[in-house]
C-alpha cells in the first residue's frame, strides 16, 4: 500500500512498484482510479475498513506523506500491518520519524529513504540515502527494487543523515531563503542588468519560492542539527564581513582556496558543471 498515492512521490512509487508485477493499493483524500493502481479515497489518519483490510494484507507500506499528516496518521497504519511486513517512508527528517515507528511494532520492518530530489526529477542519475531502520528480507527486496532505478543508493545511519541534511539541506535551503530577503531589503528590480551567477541564484530561490513551503519548514525545524547548519552559515557570512572590515585581502584568498579545499575531489568536475550551468 502507498498512504499519499496521489503526490509526487505516491505517484512515483506506485508506478515503481506496479511496474515491478506488485498489485498496488493507494489511501489518499484526493485518490482515483490512476495507472492502474487501485486508490482509496479516505484520510489515511481514519482509514475506513477497505484500507484497513488492505493494509493487513499489504507486505509493505510506503508513506508519502508530508510531516503532519503522516504523524496524524503513523500509529493507526502501522498497527493495522500483519506481523513480517515492512515499512517505508520518505520523510526528510529522521530522527524524530524513527524514534516515534520505532516505538509501534518491534515486529515490522522498518526501512526509512529519503530521495535527495524532488519526483519530477526522477530517479536517474539522482542520490537516494536509505536507513535498514530493522531489516530483513522485504527490506532487502525493496533495496533491490531501488537499485534498478538508476539512482545512487547510499546507505547511512539515522544520526548520519540528520547530520549530512544540516549541509545539503538546512544550511543550502537557509542561505537561498536568505538570499531572497536581501532582495527584498536591497530593493532588487527583477529587469536589472544581472549576471549569470546571479541569475542561477535566482533560479534557485524560485524553486523553493513555488513548492511546497512546509517541507521546507520541517527541514528547518525538525532536524537535531539544524541549529548548527544555520549557526555556520551566520559565522562564515560574519567572518567574510570581518575580512572586508579589515581589508584583509590576503586572508579573502585564503577563504577562497580552503573553500575550494573543500569541495575535494570533485572540484574541477562541479566547476565544470558550473560553466555549463551559467551559459544556459
Known sequence: MV???????????????????????????????????HAIAADAAAPPPEALAALARADVLVLCLPEAPLFAALAVLVRALSSGALVV???????????AVTELRDDVELYSIEPMFAPDVGFAGQDLIAIPVRDGPRSQAFRGLLGTTGARVVEMSVDEHDRQAAATQVAAHAALLAYGTVLRRLGFDPSAPSTPVQRT???LVARIATRDAGVYWHIQRDNPHGPGGRAALRDALAALDDL??????AGFRALVA??????????????????RIVQS
Open 3 to 37: 498512504a499519499g498515492a496521489k503526490g509526487g512521490f505516491g505517484r512515483t512509487f506506485c508506478a515503481l512498484l506496479a511496474a515491478d508485477g506488485s498489485e498496488v493499493t493507494g489511501i489518499d483524500t484526493r485518490a482515483a482510479e490512476d495507472g492502474g493502481t
Open 244 to 249: 572586508v572590515a579589515r581589508d584583509d585581502e
Open 258 to 275: 580552503e573553500t575550494a579545499e573543500a569541495l575535494g575531489p570533485d572540484l574541477a568536475a562541479l566547476a565544470q558543471r558550473s560553466a
Open 89 to 99: 517512508d520518505t520523510t526528510s527528517v529522521k530522527s524524530r520519524y524513527v524514534a
Open 201 to 203: 541564484l535566482l533560479a
